[in-house]
């Protein structure tokens, strides 16, 4: 696996990879993003693609470095982790015994600190004092679901990087729009009245698309969520309780149905199926 299979946050993996390419590589790094996001790999895609012998901006998989990556027994990487329940002071302070050594293959350490934000306040006091004066070479990935537990000194000296709460693509509008046209469905509205609501936000077969992949999704996490109660598989986190609470509402196959329903939908656009008809068709399948 390289930058190149990572799905979203393909943004901040172009940034990264821009950074290698430049030779501008910060010494210290945060990613920030919750629990749906696999922030690991993408850090260790990253350490893979800075440690590589030939400069690409990602990894090129044929070197012993990322053979050794791959193979998850890389000298040159040092993990850190929370003990219990946070990151002790003594963690730290290994870390900045390994890090005073040279590098055993190449030019560069790289450490990286899962659940950062567990760090004890003398843990990050001390970490501080790797990041005000960095050993040459050294990088430092810091993995946290949230900024929040982190002190500023610390903070002030990273480069961000927020990563998207999903490895879906961000909806906006037409996730307003498609939670919008669920309730009428679900509240059984009138036909015609579903059918202008879907207009509003349908001004060409992109939009359509975009919409379909919305209402796909919010039926995918209500559907999640009736079997993950604590909501940790559900993509929209920040509407987590809601849709815990509507997901009841829905009986038996209703959720499945309706995803069938959206997926002959989008082949019918694909098709190039007249957008208004397949809508309309869609329609009549979801309220019956
Ligand atoms: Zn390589």
């Given at each position: 696996m390289s930058f190149h299979d990572i799905i979203g946050n393909e943004k901040v993996v172009q940034r990264m990879s821009q950074a290698i390419i430049s030779r501008n590589i910060s010494h210290a790094y945060l990613l920030e993003g919750d629990r749906t996001i696999d922030k690991l790999s993408i850090a260790e895609n990253l350490a893979k693609a800075i440690l590589?012998?030939?400069?690409?901006?990602?990894?090129?998989?044929?070197?012993s470095s990322c053979m050794k990556m791959n193979h998850g027994n890389h000298e040159d990487v040092i993990y850190i982790k929370a003990e219990g329940n946070s990151i002790k002071d003594e963690s730290i302070e290994e870390m900045q015994g390994k890090i005073r050594n040279k590098p055993y293959s190449g030019d560069r350490n790289v450490v990286i600190v899962k659940?950062?934000?567990?760090?004890?306040l003398r843990a990050q006091n001390r970490l501080l004092k790797t990041l005000e004066?960095?050993?040459?070479?050294t990088v430092l990935i810091l993995l946290s679901?949230?900024?929040?537990?982190?002190t500023q000194t610390i903070l002030s000296r990273c480069i961000i990087y927020k990563l998207n709460p999903s490895q879906m693509p961000e909806y906006g509008m037409s996730m307003e729009g498609a939670i919008l046209i669920a309730d009428m469905l679900l509240e059984k509205a009138a036909f015609y009245k579903i059918s202008k609501k879907i207009s509003e936000f349908t001004t060409d077969r992109e939009t359509a698309i975009e919409l379909l992949d919305a209402l796909e999704n919010w039926y995918r996490d209500l559907a999640v969520s009736t079997y993950d109660v604590k909501g940790?598989?559900?993509?929209q986190t920040e509407r987590r309780k809601e849709i815990q609470k509507r997901s009841r509402q829905y009986k038996g196959d209703a959720l499945k149905d309706a995803i069938g329903a959206i997926e002959q939908a989008r082949n019918d656009l694909n098709r190039n199926l007249n957008i208004n008809y397949t809508m309309k068709n869609m329609i009549l399948t979801l309220i019956t």
């Open positions: 590589c012998e030939e400069v690409t901006g990602d990894s090129c998989e044929r070197c659940d950062a934000g567990t760090m004890t004066e960095p050993a040459p070479g679901e949230s900024m929040e537990n982190l940790h598989l559900v993509f």
